[in-house]
């Protein structure tokens, strides 16, 4: 007895020590899979990755927000050159390229983000619930499918006709005044009445196009996941900016 009563500690000891490796060896595998909270806004995603193709691949989840800028830059910009190959051009209009490229990473990058994310959910109390229920529930969810046609209506009829277009002509006429040469003449109005002016004589065509493609398109975005919503969002952007630097890319 007196030798069990002995050896009691002694195996104790063991055990502590086992469990202490046992610990560092757990803290050591996570440090191997790095973990990102989720900011709890139901967009990012707390999600486990292991070596960079894990980081690449679970990037969009992760930084929704980096991923938005990241795309909305490049896809622009891209899509303004492919319009421009298929013209014919000899020589790339940089210019022309250069007013697509800031209006990507300013306007769809940061001003959508606000309005499609943190507007829009608002206004559409039920948009971040419904995106992330499955089909079958999305079926069933009555509020959920009304602020689905509310958001079409709100993204369609009120962000593309009176915040969008204008955005987008303001940035065009402020990029072509300012790479204009000294030669040019100065402008006798303020740029943004120019810019307005210019867009109200192509307003009826230029929302015809965009209603034509967006209202069915956004009638699947607004009901996809919710952190899916920007990058499914810019591969139709694509095929639009396309439609929009044929339409108006070369005007001055």
Known sequence: MLRAAHRFPARLARCDRAQTWQQRGRRSYQAARPRLDAKGDGISHDVQYEGLWGAITTFPKRQPFATNVIVATVK????????????????????????????????????????????????????????NLSWAEKLKDRAGQLDLVKQTCLDNFVHYTFVYFPVFYVIKEGINTVTAGPEAAAPAEPLVSRALAKYWRNAVQDNLYMWGLWVPFDLIIYAVPIWMRLPLNHGVSLAWTMILSALRGSEK
């Open 76 to 131: 622009t910009s891209v899509a303004d050159l492919i319009v421009q190959k298929a013209e014919g051009k000899e020589k790339i209009d940089w210019q022309r390229n250069g007013a697509f490229t800031a209006f990507g990473f300013a306007y769809l990058g940061f001003v959508q983000w606000f309005i499609y994310v943190t507007l829009f959910t608002r206004l559409c109390p039920h948009a971040i619930r419904f995106a």
